[in-house]
């Protein structure tokens, strides 16, 4: 509106302002003029008023006609799309074509509001400018716009300010959402206060948005607020905009009922007209979202309980249109108009839910806990496969102190290592600690202690699955147990219960370790690590070590000292934060000793176990066969591939196999079904045949790999055991994995033993980080111990030092160094050990330490090779005699006695070299375990008796029953003679004692006998 306009409108006011004067009682006039008081009396009609005996009809709130001008020139229209441009900014960012067409559409239908209702809803072009100022409650605009806009101005300031420089105008637009409506509650006030609409249809429209919006976050607010399954998850400014939403919307309402009935006529049409319009849009605002993130709801639901079609449908939708927000939620909280989203139920991803986390994976190829593309260059350690049974790190669990002790012995390349854990829980409850430990490579695991009231209990070895049952009964109850067992080769899974609040809980895992030597005189020692657990880990470790022989590459901060014996290694070591690796110990070997023998050290008699130091060959390469991971995050590694595959020259043969939605093909059974129609019920009743991975050319596969190959996140298992057992079918084969992270954690309910007729050569190459629970599976798989797996480490991140180091750059030139290893093969020095039940003619070493590790790894090695033979019954027999932890076995710590005795365990006193004496030295024919269920060619009585149809624990309770028996019928005998004597004296007193203990005690002792020498193969009934 120009000058010449405003100065009419003004004379125009003046005017009737002096002829209302004009008609008032005099009295009226003085009041008005001198400000005098005087009494009225208001009525329920807002618009009326009594003076002394006259009735005042107060004047209507008037305004700014204009008639109807062209749609471009109206503020409110600009306004509008200002608005619009602002929420889909705010909201639609992430993705831009929904942000242009949602941008587009709703200008569209801010454009069609303005001209209906220029054209169609009024056409007033009189002014009415005879009006009353109303007067707007102090609560309107100090709780419906000052305070607010305060308080969401000042959290909208101090995020822009926190925000990166890239997002500022994200951070722009969210401080503008913030603060529109107590800023259009107080512009729309000052436009009443001043009792005339200079502009009616931008009142009108910003009223309207004010009431929209408010009245939109009211409603998501009482969701929130008054449904417990109504997960708030926004951040504080979008809660704070909640929690004051009934205020805004309060003060917009009350604003609203003076522009609809306040207001002259033709001002009311043109104000509630726009207001309407603004309570549509910004309906639209908050819903618009709102459907989109109702698509996407649908779209995942269909992911995860649709079939067949439908369901591939829906990925390939949400690959293209969710986003992180979509796909989780919780780690991601929306904000401005978005909040609608709040309103869908159950919205995203679940966090718990295995299906989720593996659906997450296959739409981004990423892990549902770790989202973020790492460098390609990080450490092979970031790549380590994470246990699911481990879980998440639990805040307040942490692991306090690590002290690890034990004895190396180079001369045998053998060695001991205790490593005692003490945890502590400060949170509210009691927790679980659980860890997986990585071996060395051939180590196991032969002790378990538990600190029980500040007295260490040790362990019962029994099946994994005895031992396991035991342990989830005991945790019922909310005791204490400790558990260990296997979760893949070289790695063993660690759980005790409970860790108390505010308490410590103490453990300690006894290994065996092989020292690994390249020439027979230089020894390497790797120590136990961490892979993975859900407590905070340590960044320390006490190490207190043994040698016998001069150590020649300490650990840094370790310090050897010579004794009597040989040498001390004591200090404090830190965890490589990369590798979570404590290190290796590198000793000298004076000893030119190739073959030795030890005694057995569990045997009843001398039985001796024979170790010779001799290469072991590893034939060379004859076929390769390379499987290509299909996901998403190996799209930038197109070219890199690409040269790996054309590196291995063509007299390897190889076939590659393509991990990816497109490589599926039909077997040779449904290809040759193709060409037939059938009915439909013929096609109900025949089972479907699933797709199988086919292998291709190495030419083939060039032309095959490109960036519309790699999409979401492929699961490689299939593919991988299609692989090997490919590979197995003939002798000298080999497979080269080149992934991306595998983080499916679903249980395999399908589950099969890999079928291998030959060994087969597996080379991890991972050139992506993130976790890696594939190869778990098919090292659990894999019973048969015919795959020999090989991790290659990805190259060094600062490429001058891999260079100085004359290390390879790039993962392309790893693959060349493979390639050279496949043409001629591989040697090893290894210690080749046998079983001897004669003394051999060789040196015999009778240190009870060193025959108690021997022992033990010769154990490990023979469960190994009967498993190998499929001879899995008498495999789990030697686990739980040589007690040690293997694929079938696994050691548990109870409580009491009662609790071993309901589980059917046999808890033993622990025997080592490092505390006791070996019975195979002293030859003393005592028994080392009592009734130990084991096979007589293992060193046990070759003559089976009478009792060979029962099972050892079958045997047991029936001596302790008849022990018990007998005990009750000794006590009933010797109350009955004391009842006869007539006096009391001490040979009476000793007869009687003699009478209630004799035969029990006889009895326990003949039955105990009878086990030892006589006892079944655990056959039972």
Known sequence: ??????????????????????????????????????????????????????????????????????????????????????????????????????????????????????????????????????????????????????????????????????????????????????????????????????????????????????????????????????????????????????????????????????????????????????????????????????????????????????????????????????????????????????????????????????????????????????????????????????????????????????????????????????????????????????????????????????????????????????????????????????????????????????????????????????????????????????????????????????????????????????????????????????????VQRNSSLKEFATPDWFAKDARFIIAKLQKVTAPAIKKVYVVVDGSALLKDQIDNIKDAISSIPTRFKPAVFIASETNSSLTEDNESEQGVIESDAQTEDKPVKEDRPVAMSAEDALVKLTSDTFVGGQDNYPTLREALETAAEEPNCAVLWVHGPQPLTAPQTDSKVLDLVNRVSLHDLQIVPGLNTAMQKVKQEDVSNYVAYETIELPQANAEKAKDAKEPITFVDKVKALVSTWARGTQRLALVKSYSWVKPNTAIITDKTISAQVTCLWARDEVARLLSASEGHQAKLIGAKYRIVTPITGVVILQSFEEYKSAGLDPVQYKDGLDTISPALVNTGGSGLVGAPVDPRYGQSNEVGQLADFGYDTARDIVRWLTAFSLLISLFVAFNYLRMQKSISGMVIAKSAAMLFVVPVSLHFIGVFFINNFGGLGGGL
């Open 1 to 586: 509106m120009n000058t010449l306009e405003q100065s009419s409108l003004d004379h125009d006011r003046e005017q009737a302002e002096q002829e209302i004067t004009q008609q008032l009682h005099p009295e009226a006039h003085n009041a008005v003029g001198t400000a005098s008081s005087y009494s009225t009396e208001t009525h329920n009609d807002d618009h009326t008023a009594t003076l002394g005996s006259e009735t005042i009809i107060k004047p209507k709130i008037s305004g700014f006609d204009g008639g109807n001008r062209h749609v471009l020139k109206e503020p409110s229209l600009y306004l509008s799309i200002a608005l619009i441009a602002v929420a889909t900014l705010a909201c639609l960012n992430r993705t831009p074509m929904a942000a242009g067409i949602s941008f587009a559409v709703l200008s569209l239908i801010a454009v069609a509001f303005h001209i209906l209702a220029e054209r169609r809803l009024f056409r007033a072009k009189k002014e009415f400018d005879v009006f009353a100022a109303p007067f707007e409650g102090v609560f309107v605009v100090t709780f419906g716009a000052i305070l607010p806009g305060l308080g969401l101005l000042a959290y909208g300031i101090n995020s822009l300010f926190s925000a990166s420089p890239t997002n500022i105008p994200q951070e722009i637009g969210k401080l503008a959402l913030l603060v529109i409506v107590p800023l259009f509650n107080f512009g729309v006030w000052s436009a009443l206060r001043r009792g005339y609409l200079v502009r009616p249809r931008l009142a009108g429209v910003m009223n309207g948005f004010a009431l929209g919006l408010s009245a939109c976050w009211t409603a998501i607010w009482m969701k929130t607020a008054f449904m417990p399954t109504a997960g708030v998850s926004c951040k504080l400014g979008w809660m704070l905009l909640l929690c004051t939403s009934p205020f805004l919307l309060f003060a917009a309402a009350c604003l609203a009922m003076d522009l609809w009935h306040k207001t002259e006529a033709n001002i009311k049409r043109i104000t509630t007209t726009f207001s309407a319009m603004g309570i549509a849009l910004s309906v639209f605002f908050v819903f618009t979202p709102m459907a989109r993130g109702m698509f996407i709801q649908q779209q995942l639901d269909s992911a995860r309980h649709g079939t067949g079609e439908k369901k591939a449908e829906a990925i390939v939708t949400l690959r293209s249109a969710a986003t992180e927000e979509d796909l989780r939620p919780w780690k991601f909280p929306v904000g401005g108009f978005a909040l609608g989203e709040l309103l869908i139920p159950n919205r995203g991803l679940s966090a718990s839910e295995y299906n989720d986390r593996d659906l997450y994976f296959k739409l981004t190829g990423k892990s549902f806990f770790d989202s973020e593309k790492k460098n390609s260059t990080t450490s092979n350690a970031d790549m380590q496969m994470q246990n699911p049974a481990v879980g998440g790190v639990i805040p307040g669990l942490s692991l306090t102190k690590s002290q690890i002790a034990g004895s190396i012995n180079a001369d045998t390349l053998s060695s001991s290592i205790d490593w005692t854990l003490t945890f502590h829980n400060s949170t509210s409850q009691a927790q679980e600690s659980r860890c997986e430990i990585a071996l060395p490579k051939d180590a196991v695991v032969s002790r378990a202690t538990l600190w029980i009231d500040g007295e260490p209990k040790e362990g019962a070895f029994d099946s994994s699955m005895k031992v396991r049952a035991a342990y989830e009964n005991v945790v019922g109850q909310r005791r204490d147990p400790l558990l260990v067992t296997m979760s893949a080769p070289d790695h063993v899974l660690i759980q005790s219960f409970p860790v108390p609040v505010a308490g410590d809980q103490k453990i300690r895992i006894g290994f065996k370790v092989p020292l690994e030597t390249k020439d027979g005189k230089t020894c390497t020692m790797e120590l136990p690590k961490i892979l993975n657990s859900n407590f905070g880990q340590p960044k320390r470790h006490r190490v207190t070590l043994h040698s016998q022989s001069k150590p020649i590459n300490n650990l840094a901060g370790v310090v050897a000292t010579k004794s009597d014996n040989g040498f001390d290694l004591n200090g404090i070591i830190k965890t490589n934060d990369k590798s979570k690796s404590i290190g290796s110990i590198i």
